[in-house]
T-cell receptor
Framework: EDKVVQSPLSLVVHEGDTVTLNCSYE??????LLWYKQEKKAPTFLFML????IEKKSGRLSSILDKKELFSILNITATQTGDSAIYLC?????????????FGKGTKLSVKP | NAGVTQTPKFRVLKTGQSMTLLCAQD?????MYWYRQDPGMGLRLIHY???????AKGEVPDGYNVSRLKKQNFLLGLESAAPSQTSVYFC???????????????FGPGTRLTVT
């Protein structure tokens, strides 16, 4: 059975800290891994990773994929209270033409001032 | 562009009632998805559609039906609501890029449904 596992499930840090969120997966027909940030409403896209070892960066956020060990990490440096959210990892399972996303349960990040 | 919109935003139903959630997208995307999100469970795929007139089951399809009569709309129906269907429902749309991979799925704002 395909699965995506995120850890930790929740995390509390103080502003300025650096955090690392983990995502491991066991998925047939892996295509890509995606990270989303979910605040109060809909998930918003952060990164899509397809190739191993290539870091993607956007400001204080960065992410990398290891297709050999089947995991990805999302790093946030110099955290701010606005980074408080649920971070979702999803794997694109490109079986046939479905292109379905398989989501992990998310990591709830709380950044305290 | 409005992106992905969902109607209604909130709804309270009694057990056994029926309702339809509407999802609309104006990005001309081929693929549309309905998810439910429950505390501690992440997002789970209910049904999806790879094109107008086609639908398929996802991970948790029981108790739901869908229709995609027009490319821009994807309807999710609950024929006889149950308390277990209390959840937040998200619709998403996506398109396949050249080479067969997606860039992302765009999510609607969600519908909070409570079944009493």
């Amino acid at each position: 059975e395909d699965k995506v596992v995120q850890s930790p499930l929740s995390l509390v840090v103080h502003e300025g800290d650096t955090v690392t969120l983990n995502c491991s997966y066991e998925v047939t027909n892996f295509r890509s891994l995606l990270w989303y940030k979910q605040e109060k409403k809909a998930p918003t896209f952060l990164f899509m990773l397809t190739s191993s070892g290539i870091e993607k960066k956007s400001g204080r956020l960065s992410s990398i994929l290891d297709k050999k060990e089947l995991f990805s990490i999302l790093n946030i440096t110099a955290t701010q209270t606005g980074d408080s959210a649920i971070y979702l990892c999803a794997v694109l399972n490109y079986g046939g033409s479905q292109g379905n996303l398989i989501f992990g349960k998310g990591t709830k990040l709380s950044v305290k001032p | 562009n409005a992106g992905v919109t969902q109607t209604p935003k909130f709804r309270v139903l009694k057990t056994g009632q029926s309702m339809t959630l509407l999802c609309a997208q104006d990005m001309n995307h081929e693929y549309m998805y309905w998810y439910r999100q429950d505390p501690g469970m992440g997002l789970r795929l209910i049904h999806y559609s790879v094109g107008e007139g086609t639908t398929a089951k996802g991970e948790v399809p029981d108790g739901y039906n869908v229709s995609r009569l027009k490319k821009q709309n994807f309807l999710l129906g609950l024929e006889s609501a149950a308390p277990s269907q209390t959840s937040v429902y998200f619709c998403a749309s996506g398109a396949r890029l050249a080479g067969g991979s997606y860039y992302e799925q765009y999510f609607g704002p969600g519908t909070r449904l409570t079944v009493t």
